[in-house]
């Protein structure tokens, strides 16, 4: 069975600062994780994803995240938070074997980003 | 590309009433699955189609079918509305099956149940 957990259903930082959303999953097989983000009244843009290799990964639009195994977490990063980054941002996971692509969703964090 | 489209955007719908949700995957993908987003539930999967298959379902009642089409194309659903239906529902295609291929989706069909 698969779960995850996001921190925070609101994070509040100011134009320029870090940006810092947390995921925590929860898979009894070796797990694929992504992180999407979904803009008002739009479909889910995803914004990177891990699969296996390199635990830090890069994304679109200055995002990374970071797989720790050792952590089960995989937080979502951004060094200076522009106000198009506000938005709704969805941490999700699957399972590696299997032919499924079902994606199981955190509840989401929406991000407001101050002037 | 064209982008996975979905039509309508928006419907409202009267409890007990049937809704029929049509989404069409970017060309050349062949898998294409269908997501329930509430503002309690959050998202949601429903079920998975590839090669006209249904492959995985979510835990939803008997009321939520689905359906794939020879050209890709998808069909969601719903019999008996209830208010608890209201929500927006997202389609979501990939090259073919399998968790490694990328989900692009669609900017879903927004259902008000009244």
């Known amino acids: 069975a698969q779960s995850v957990t996001q921190l925070g259903s609101h994070v509040s930082v100011s134009e320029g600062a870090l940006v810092l959303l947390r995921c925590n999953y929860s898979s009894s097989v070796p797990p694929y994780l992504f992180w999407y983000v979904q803009y008002p009244n739009q479909g889910l843009q995803l914004l990177l994803k891990y699969t296996t290799g390199a635990t830090l990964v890069k994304g679109i639009n200055g995002f990374e995240a970071e797989f720790k195994k050792s952590e089960t977490s995989f937080h979502l990063t951004k060094p200076s938070a522009h106000m198009s980054d506000a938005a709704e941002y969805f941490c999700a996971v699957t399972a590696q074997r299997g032919n499924t692509g079902k994606l199981i969703f955190g509840q989401g964090t929406t991000l407001q980003v101050k002037p | 590309k064209a982008g996975v489209t979905q039509t309508p955007r928006y419907l409202i719908k009267t409890r007990g009433q049937q809704v029929t949700l049509s989404c069409s995957p970017i060309s050349g993908h062949r898998s294409v699955s269908w997501y329930q987003q509430t503002p309690g539930q959050g998202l949601q999967f429903l079920f998975e189609?590839?090669?006209?298959?249904?492959?995985n379902k979510g835990n939803f009642p008997g009321r939520f079918s689905g359906r794939q089409f020879s050209n890709s194309r998808s069909e969601m659903n719903v019999s008996t509305l209830e208010l608890g239906d209201s929500a927006l529902y997202l389609c979501a295609s990939s090259y073919t099956q399998g968790s490694l291929y990328e989900q692009y989706f669609g900017p879903g069909t927004r259902l008000t149940v009244t």
């Open positions: 189609y590839f090669s006209e298959t249904q492959r």
